[in-house]
């Protein structure tokens, strides 16, 4: 048995179609909302790209890389940028299908740093030559970038800028490494949340690679020490709340981990109905005894759940709903915590092979685990959440 | 039945509706009127307040508009959320006469049948579900109560038991073996039967929580015309699954909005509600933490029962989609009182009795927490809810049938 999305036995062998996860029929697993056909047919392409792309993964390889020029070839990259800058001007979600579609797969690609939350970031910018011109290199994948925002459980920026000079440190930062440009969330003078872009290199700028446990992803340390600023490189957020629309962005990559951490669930319990259809032990297949199935009824049971509060969460930040925060807070800490649980009660019900290397569930497992950590853990979200009810 | 878009502004504007007919129609006393309530006194608040919503047209919103609902899916959550928000009684008697049995007559019975029954039931006719026997629970389908083909009719004997509500039934939805000869599926039929026949005795059986709705229906050659058959002779079990997907979107629509709208807002309240040592349990965060991820819980349920009725009409629905949120909303009903339990401390343990005519969170934590499992027993227990999602929804194998 493999988990690796190859096709082979493993957590892809679903078709583009549907899967065990679905809810039903013709609403395809994640088929968040009333997206129609097109995101429909996005996740089908999606979907079929990634099997064919994880194929040629080498053998000893646990899990998927998708290369740069692949992503810039679907036009993955300028989803959400307007089409005036080669974008193509749709919303969150469709970023949502892919990112669900790169958590099945658990593939190891840049697009989390780039195109969710660069694109993103940009997109809440105030307009001008500097950010358009970004904004367009993204898009069409000529410049990677990655976006220094907290990544723990604490939201405040962690970089300040004073009349010509940035400093400040953010950890675990998404595809860091390898970016050619960083944008720096960060403090003015006036309080005020703004972007600040540099350049790894640049001179007070380091970025390091930060290995962890889940190698499907890449994460970095940003390191600024009193680097010169350009003003032509700060930027503000659009709007007359700049502190709400810094918020939305954090509120975006919470949300990524989801929507990945919903991809993910669904992979294992498919592959784990599989394996409990065809394992055999006590003369009958392990999925006839009722401790297994119960267990895969509950995985099936959270991942309806986990799906409806995504799609609404999704709904709501791609339509700029000022309330997103609330429903992303839902599906960021129920989906996040659900994902752990599915995957694993797969390694659980994988038995021994679940457990080796060779097997591959510990892929979605560390992935799982990076996914309920990054950008507030289950407990920041609920805090979040509760502070609604405790309001004298 | 698929019912038309509606538009934002039009909600808003049936919001306000609802919202003046509530302020105008809920009664502000029924709480104290209904503590202790007789069993008359029950059933006569019950019919009144049906009344009422039905002049209004809330009563069915979900039938279909030809008799007498029609109303769009966005709708009816805007009208279940704001008759729980103003603490309006619920609709316990006529329960299973607007939901199980109009979803039969509507999937399966005869157009005499629907024109009989609908309109009656708009009028008041109060229906029971006959079906669990003392050995048959959650082997529904091994019920012995057995109906003899005899000149024009049926000859019903057997005993039925759990039907809520029998004492006050004018109709029963009745399985009854007609084949014992073939496997046990296949040889149950499906009946209407009038509860004034002779032959029926019917006993209340006392439940965990003290009331005694729950009944043993006693048939001793109870006669049905042929005409009351539901569907073909031999094929009930089918006829009971395909419209059950029906009725439990359609319940679970009003009960999830019901639990967010009305159970967790008390829950709320309780929580910040100062203890004797004048601390409130809301300053608490542990406390802040059960109560964010129960607000979430539900807020996942809603979207689930919504997404039910939707995807029901559509045409959509998966085949489990009704055990999942049957399932859900039983075990997190059960979670959110055992909770309530909780943070509401002794006093809760002297609240002895919760209003009739009251939902299945009343404010009477215990008595309610108590009463979930109400809900994860009957109608297929959570047990096996997942067999079923396991089987039909997963494709697992099926457990080997142990011969007899």
Redesign the interface.
């Known amino acids: 048995m493999s988990a690796r999305p190859d096709g082979q036995g493993g957590a892809g062998s679903a078709d583009g179609s549907g899967g065990v996860g679905g809810s039903g029929g013709a609403a395809g697993p994640g088929d968040l909302g009333d997206l129609g056909e097109l995101h429909r047919e996005l996740r089908a392409v999606a979907r079929d790209l990634l099997r064919r792309n994880a194929a040629k993964a080498g053998p000893d390889q646990t899990y998927a890389t998708v290369d740069w020029s692949l992503l810039a070839d679907t036009g993955w990259l300028g989803l959400e940028a307007p089409e005036e800058l080669d974008g193509a001007g749709v919303t969150f979600a469709e970023v949502a299908v892919v990112l669900h579609e790169l958590g099945r797969a658990a593939a190891s690609t840049p697009y989390l740093g780039s195109a969710v939350l660069g694109v993103g970031a940009l997109r809440l910018l105030e307009a001008g030559p500097g950010r358009d011109e970004l904004l367009r290199a993204a898009a069409v994948g000529s410049q990677r970038l990655a976006v220094a925002l907290p990544t723990g459980d604490d939201d405040t920026a962690a970089f300040r800028l004073d009349a010509h000079r940035v400093s400040g440190q953010a950890d675990f930062v998404p595809d860091a490494a390898g970016a050619d440009q960083v944008l720096l969330l960060a403090v003015d003078p006036d309080g005020l949340p703004v972007v600040v872009r540099v350049r790894p290199g640049d001179p007070g700028v380091t970025v390091t690679d930060r290995p962890v446990l889940d190698e499907t992803r890449g994460l970095g340390t940003v390191v600024v020490d009193g680097a010169p600023v350009d003003p032509a490189s700060v930027w503000r957020f659009a709007g007359d709340d700049p502190a709400a629309a810094a918020r939305r962005l954090r509120d975006r990559a919470a949300l990524a981990m989801a929507c990945d951490g919903l991809g993910l669930a669904e992979a294992m319990l498919e592959t784990t109905v599989e394996y409990a259809g065809t394992r055999r032990q006590f003369g009958r297949p392990i999925g006839s005894f009722q401790a297994v199935k119960h267990a895969c009824a509950d995985m099936f049971v959270q991942i309806a759940v986990g799906r409806e509060l995504l799609g609404e969460a999704v709904r709501s930040v791609a339509a700029d709903d000022p309330d997103a925060g609330i429903a992303v807070s839902r599906a960021k800490s129920y989906v996040c915590v659900a994902a752990v649980d599915i995957v694993g009660a797969a390694m659980q019900l994988h038995g021994g092979i679940g457990y080796t290397w060779e097997g591959g569930v510990h892929v979605y497992l560390k992935r799982a685990l990076l996914n309920r950590s990054l950008f507030g853990a289950p407990a920041a979200h609920r805090a979040r959440l509760g502070a609604r009810f405790a309001a004298p | 039945m698929t019912t038309p878009a509606i538009s934002t502004a039009d909600l808003a504007e049936f919001r306000a509706e609802v919202r003046r007919w509530c302020r105008a129609e809920v009664p502000s006393d029924w709480r104290r009127t209904q503590a202790g309530a007789s069993d008359d006194e029950f059933v006569r608040f019950q019919q009144e307040w049906f009344q009422r919503l039905r002049t209004a047209g809330f009563a069915v919103p979900h039938w279909p508009a030809e008799w007498g609902g029609g109303m769009p899916v966005a709708q009816q959550v805007v009208l279940y959320q704001e008759l729980a928000a103003h603490d309006a009684p619920r609709l316990v008697l006529g329960f299973v006469s607007i939901h199980h049995a109009a979803s039969t007559l509507l999937a399966a019975g005869t157009d005499e049948q629907r024109r009989r029954h609908l309109p009656a039931i708009l009028d008041g006719e109060i229906w029971v579900q006959g079906f669990s026997e003392p050995e048959a629970g959650s082997d529904l389908a091994s019920l012995r109560t057995t109906a003899r083909r005899e000149g024009d009719g049926f000859v019903v004997d057997g005993q039925k038991l759990w039907a809520s509500g029998a004492a006050h039934a004018d109709w029963c939805l009745l399985l009854a073996r007609t084949d014992p000869a073939v496997p046990k599926r296949r040889g149950i039929s499906y009946f209407l039967m009038d509860m004034r026949s002779p032959g029926i005795d019917v006993r209340p059986v006392r439940n965990a929580a003290g009331e005694s709705h729950f009944c043993e229906i006693f048939l001793n050659g109870v006669v049905i015309p042929a005409e009351n058959l539901v569907g073909p002779v031999d094929q009930g079990w089918q006829v009971a699954q395909s419209t059950l997907s029906a009725e439990r979107g359609m319940t679970m629509l009003e009960l999830a909005e019901r639990l967010g709208n009305a159970g967790f807002r008390w829950l ?1 309240e309780t ?2 509600t100062p203890g004797p040592g004048g601390g409130r349990p ?2 608490d ?1 542990r406390v ?2 059960r ?3 129960l ?3 539900i ?3 809603r ?2 029962c919504r ?1 039910l009725v939707e ?1 029901h009409e559509a045409g ?6 009704a055990s ?1 949120v049957k ?2 909303y039983s075990e997190l009903l059960q979670r959110t009182m055992d909770f309530a339990v909780e943070v509401a401390g002794l006093p809760a343990h002297a609240e002895l009795r919760k209003p009739a005519s009251s939902g299945w969170e009343s404010g009477a934590w215990v008595l309610d927490f108590i009463g979930s499992w109400e809900w994860t027993i009957p109608g297929g227990t959570s ?1 096996i ?3 079923i ?3 039909r ?8 049938v142990v011969s007899s």
Request: include cysteine.
């Open positions: 709320v929580c910040r809301v300053d965060p802040l933490d109560l964010a991820e607000d979430t819980e807020a996942g349920l979207a689930l997404g995807r959509t629905a998966g085949p489990v989609e999942v399932l859900y047990e809810q997942r067999t999602i396991g089987e929804g997963l494709g697992l194998p099926r457990e080997p």
